[in-house]
């Protein structure tokens, strides 16, 4: 199959098969870990497919960033050693000191971390706007000095819906670039580039590894001149993913579209028992009709995603109480792994915006459904959260 045949099929056959062709001399059906820092060079600058030191190029990392340049149908993918490798790495290719951001008010906490306490003091301002809100986006933009309109959708934790490609339009009218952070909805559920996006970030640590045994970063870019600019920086900077790890995300994205289905599945199951629920207050799922984001999230995602967010009776010690007596539902960090998490977002993964406009609720839980027996999960549920707060 050649690559211009894969680049124009359905996304499971992409990623089981674009980024790679079967290895010339042994026949592999899968990339080898390439774990060699230098090149043999046949006569000086006689490269071999172009690879003469591992920062700059390592074949199993080119495998990974073919793949997921193709899933996320952009010109060029980059990957990293984390998330926030991508976007630091991002942030410096495409502003200089003096330049504006607009961030999303509920940012994840890491990004946020980046921009107001690296960024800012390297140069750069940022405004926060809800990534729902057009006007509000809009009113933020500093005309002739906003670079980048910076948005998740769905949000971390909070799964706000920023619409794609009006907000492409306003970026672009402003003269800004808009870039996604596509890392919720995984490049199965959304295609931010094909919606007009400039550039897609991912944390593969998540849904593209898909086994929390990985932590890893990509960028994936619509245009050459961008593409040029990232190069540049993903090797002048360095944070480069390592073979053994590009290999690990390849791996995981051979099952995206398997995985992702039955993230979708259990998380409509959660979501129904969650709602039933009498210490439940809130449920924030983009499939409810009752999300205000319902629509947008409609028209641009394939399903609406593994993660639900919840608020529960009883404040903030009783969803301290429903994370700590969880047990299918593992107390930790992260998502997009195979196995289920259960985290208290005010004071973990967002513990860095206390006190900030982006702080998140005290009473809020933040589940990562993974792709165990659905039922299970629900009893799990059902005996945490017990007949409310002790
Ligand atoms: C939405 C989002 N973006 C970026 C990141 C940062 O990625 P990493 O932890 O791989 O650096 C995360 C991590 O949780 C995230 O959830």
């Given at each position: 199959?050649?690559?211009?045949?894969?680049?124009k099929?359905?996304?499971?056959?992409?990623?089981i098969h674009?980024?790679?062709?079967?290895?010339?001399?042994?026949?592999a059906?899968?990339?080898?870990i390439?774990?060699?820092?230098?090149y043999k060079?046949?006569?000086?600058?006689?490269?071999?497919?172009?690879y003469?030191?591992?920062?700059?190029?390592n074949?199993?990392?080119?495998?990974?960033?073919g793949?997921?340049?193709?899933?996320?149908?952009?010109?060029?993918?980059?990957?990293f050693a984390?998330?926030?490798a991508?976007e630091?790495?991002?942030?410096?290719a495409?502003?200089?000191?003096?330049?504006?951001?607009?961030i999303?008010d509920?940012a994840?906490?890491?990004t946020f971390?980046?921009?107001?306490?690296?960024?800012v003091?390297w140069?750069?301002?940022h405004?926060?706007a809800p990534?729902s809100?057009?006007?509000?986006?809009?009113?933020?933009?500093?005309?002739?000095?906003?670079k980048?309109?910076?948005?998740e959708?769905?949000t971390?934790?909070?799964?706000?819906?920023?619409d794609?490609?009006?907000?492409a339009?306003?970026?672009h009218?402003a003269?800004?670039l808009l870039?996604v952070?596509?890392?919720?909805?995984?490049?199965?559920?959304?295609?931010?580039?094909?919606l007009?996006?400039?550039?897609?970030v991912?944390?593969?640590?998540?849904y593209?590894?898909g086994?929390?045994?990985?932590?890893?970063g990509?960028?994936v870019?619509?245009?050459?001149?961008?593409?040029?600019r990232?190069?540049?920086?993903?090797?002048?900077?360095?944070?480069?993913?390592?073979?053994?790890?590009?290999?690990?995300v390849l791996r995981g994205?051979k099952?995206?579209?398997?995985?992702?289905?039955?993230h979708?599945?259990?998380?409509?199951?959660?979501?129904d028992?969650?709602?039933?629920?009498?210490?439940?207050?809130?449920?924030?799922y983009?499939?409810l009709?009752?999300?205000p984001?319902?629509?947008?999230?409609?028209k641009?995602?394939?399903?609406?995603?593994g993660?639900v967010s919840?608020?529960?009776?009883?404040?903030e010690?009783?969803a301290l109480?429903v994370c700590g007596?969880?047990e299918?539902?593992?107390l930790g960090?992260?998502?997009?792994?195979v196995?289920?998490?259960i985290?208290?977002?005010?004071r973990?993964?967002?513990a860095?915006v206390a006190g900030t406009?982006?702080?998140v609720?005290?009473?809020?839980?933040?589940l990562s459904?993974g792709?165990?027996?659905?039922?299970?999960?629900i009893a799990?549920?059902?005996?945490?959260?017990?007949?409310?707060?002790?």
């Amino acid at each position: 199959m050649t690559q211009e045949h894969r680049q124009k099929s359905g996304f499971e056959t992409r990623a089981i098969h674009a980024g790679y062709e079967p290895d010339e001399a042994t026949g592999a059906v899968i990339p080898p870990i390439y774990a060699t820092s230098t090149y043999k060079q046949d006569g000086v600058g006689g490269l071999r497919g172009g690879y003469e030191y591992s920062r700059s190029g390592n074949p199993t990392r080119t495998a990974l960033e073919g793949n997921l340049a193709a899933l996320e149908e952009g010109e060029r993918a980059f990957a990293f050693a984390s998330g926030l490798a991508a976007e630091d790495t991002l942030l410096r290719a495409l502003t200089s000191p003096g330049d504006h951001l607009v961030i999303p008010d509920d940012a994840y906490g890491g990004t946020f971390r980046l921009i107001d306490k690296v960024a800012v003091p390297w140069g750069l301002a940022h405004s926060p706007a809800p990534v729902s809100d057009l006007d509000a986006v809009r009113a933020a933009i500093r005309p002739g000095t906003t670079k980048i309109v910076w948005i998740e959708t769905p949000t971390n934790p909070l799964l706000n819906i920023g619409d794609i490609e009006a907000l492409a339009t306003v970026a672009h009218e402003a003269g800004a670039l808009l870039v996604v952070d596509n890392t919720f909805a995984s490049p199965y559920l959304q295609q931010p580039l094909t919606l007009g996006a400039d550039v897609v970030v991912h944390s593969t640590t998540k849904y593209c590894g898909g086994h929390s045994d990985v932590v890893g970063g990509a960028l994936v870019v619509r245009d050459l001149e961008v593409a040029e600019r990232v190069a540049f920086h993903q090797n002048a900077m360095g944070a480069v993913a390592g073979p053994f790890d590009a290999w690990l995300v390849l791996r995981g994205l051979k099952t995206l579209g398997v995985r992702m289905d039955r993230h979708c599945d259990n998380a409509e199951k959660v979501v129904d028992f969650l709602v039933a629920h009498p210490q439940v207050s809130d449920v924030i799922y983009p499939g409810l009709e009752t999300h205000p984001g319902h629509a947008v999230a409609s028209k641009q995602m394939k399903r609406y995603g593994g993660i639900v967010s919840f608020r529960v009776r009883g404040g903030e010690q009783h969803a301290l109480d429903v994370c700590g007596k969880a047990e299918v539902f593992t107390l930790g960090e992260s998502l997009g792994g195979v196995e289920s998490l259960i985290e208290h977002p005010g004071r973990m993964t967002h513990a860095s915006v206390a006190g900030t406009d982006l702080e998140v609720p005290s009473d809020l839980i933040r589940l990562s459904v993974g792709i165990e027996t659905a039922d299970d999960l629900i009893a799990d549920l059902e005996r945490s959260l017990g007949d409310g707060p002790a």
